[in-house]
Structures are given as C-alpha cells and as structure tokens.
C-alpha cells in the first residue's frame, strides 16, 4: 500500500511562453481554483505572522458561502507567530501538507508533519512555528464558533492522519471511505474536517444536495466532479468552493487514489432571526 501524499503548492510563476490555458471557474454556485494559479503573485502576507506568505482560498461573500475562511499557509524556516488568530471566538483546524510544524496548544508542543491535523478551539492560547530547515504548508480553516447550552466549548487536540482508521461509507466495500477526526455525534463540534478517500473507479453515486457548505482541497490524485450542471476536472492541489445546496458528486479517474481535506459546518440549528 502507498503511503499517503499531500499536494502543497510551490509558487513562482509560468514562463513568458506559457499560454492562458487553466481551469479556474467562478459559478453562482460554486468557485474552482485550480493549483496553476497558486502563483506567487496572489500570496498575502499575514499580519503578526514572520517569513510567512499565504493563499486565502475562501472567505465569507455575502450571497455566497458565509461561514468559513481557507488557506494555504507556508512558513519558511524560523517563522511563525506567537499570536496567530487576530479574531476572538475563532476555531481552527491546521492540516500539515508539507515540512515540520510546531503547534504549542496552551503550553503544549505537538510537532506535526505531513498528514498531521490540530483542532484549535476559540480563544485557545497557541502558537506556530517552524523550526526545521525546510518549508513547512499547512491547511488553515477557520470559522466563529457557535456556541451550544448545554455542551461545553471542545478541547483542543493534535493527531495524525496515520493514526486514525478510516470509517468505510456503507455499501461501498470499502471503496470510498472518511477519515473523521472528531466524533460525528459530538455536538460541542459545530464544523467537520475530514478526510475524503476513493478508490480508482470509486463514485458518489448522487447528487449531494444539502445545506453544508464546503471547502474541498485535493490532497492527492485525480477525479470529474459534478458540481450544479458542471463536470469539472479536479486533480492534487485544486481547490473546490462550494456554496449551500450546491449538487455535487464525483468519479474517481485513477490509476492511484483520490483523497480531499473536506470541510463542512454541522450541529446547529438555521437561524431564522
């Protein structure tokens, strides 16, 4: 069994030769940003972070997806921040693509490497740096956190990916399965980062239609994916945005797996005032 990969983008830019050839979409329903446009020139510095850039994949537009922000985030060797979330009552979730990365979580080091996740609650004290010789990316999604009565705000946490057993989705032999790193049942939890695994020739086999809306990062591989009317050719390193109620579904194209870094906002109840 191959070891899993995960696709962190390198920057610089196409020769002068290059033609415009891409794929990136913007749709009322849903955006693609594919990995060939992750180029140096669309980096943003992050205030109160050193020798850091990164890419801000999503963030909150009205009439669109409203309740999460996403990034790529590299840091270069000796960089980091000792305050990196500037918002009170933000979460975190980090997801190491490449390098090494020390996570402190009140007190606490966790060093991460690729594969590995960390679940950061809301006005948590932690820090990040990078300590190695090597570049260090990471995924970075964050959402306000919405309270629950009755159910205490969740502990923070780092793990890897290799640790955990992936959940088979039923019915599908094992072709498809989600790699869930809090319990689906935890309603203290009001957002799921998972792990998203197909097999080659591996479907969704309907269209997804719900109310979730959705960050989806491909950490490896390749695949078509339905998105509304749309067939769109995805492979590592693209970046999917989906608003609510966007249909969605995929075929995995081979040879090897097809894994994506979902995210999704669960546990709570529509507000309607």
């Known amino acids: 069994m191959n070891a899993p990969s995960y696709h962190a983008p390198r920057g610089g830019l196409p ?3 290059t033609l415009l050839t891409d794929r990136a979409v913007v749709r009322e329903a849903y955006t693609v940003i594919p990995r060939g446009v992750l180029r140096d020139i669309v980096t943003s510095n992050l205030p109160g972070w050193n020798h850091t850039r990164s890419w801000i994949l999503a963030r909150p537009v009205t009439g669109f997806a409203t309740t999460f922000a996403q990034y790529v985030v ?3 060797p000796g960089g980091g921040s000792t305050e990196p979330e500037p918002e009170p009552g933000v979460e975190s979730v980090l997801f190491l693509l490449d390098g090494t990365l020390t996570v402190v979580l009140e007190g606490e080091p966790h060093v991460l490497t690729p594969g590995g996740y960390a679940y950061l609650p809301p006005d948590a004290d932690w820090s990040v740096t990078n300590d190695s010789d090597g570049t260090a990316s990471f995924q970075w999604v964050r959402k306000a956190y919405e309270p629950l009565r009755g159910h205490p705000v969740p502990s923070g946490f780092a793990v890897q990916e290799q640790d955990i057993t992936p959940t088979p989705m039923p ?5 498809w399965t989600t790699t869930r790193f809090v319990d689906p049942d935890d309603l203290s939890h009001d957002m799921h980062v998972n792990i998203v695994t197909f097999d080659p020739g591996a479907v969704i086999p309907f269209a997804e239609t719900h109310v979730m809306e959705h ?13 509304n009317d749309d067939w ?3 492979e590592a390193g693209d970046f999917m945005w989906l ?3 966007c249909p969605q579904a995929c075929y995995a194209g081979g040879p ?6 979902l995210y999704k906002d669960v546990n709570r109840q529509i ?3």
């Open 74 to 76: 590299e840091v270069s």
């Open 15 to 17: 020769p002068q030769s």
């Open 256 to 261: 090897g797996k097809f894994r994506y870094l």
């Open 232 to 234: 769109v050719e995805v």
């Open 171 to 175: 019915d599908t032999d094992g072709a």
């Open 215 to 227: 960050g989806i990062y491909v950490l490896e591989g390749k695949a078509v994916y339905r998105l």
């Open 243 to 245: 608003r609510a109620f």
């Open 271 to 273: 507000r309607l005032t």
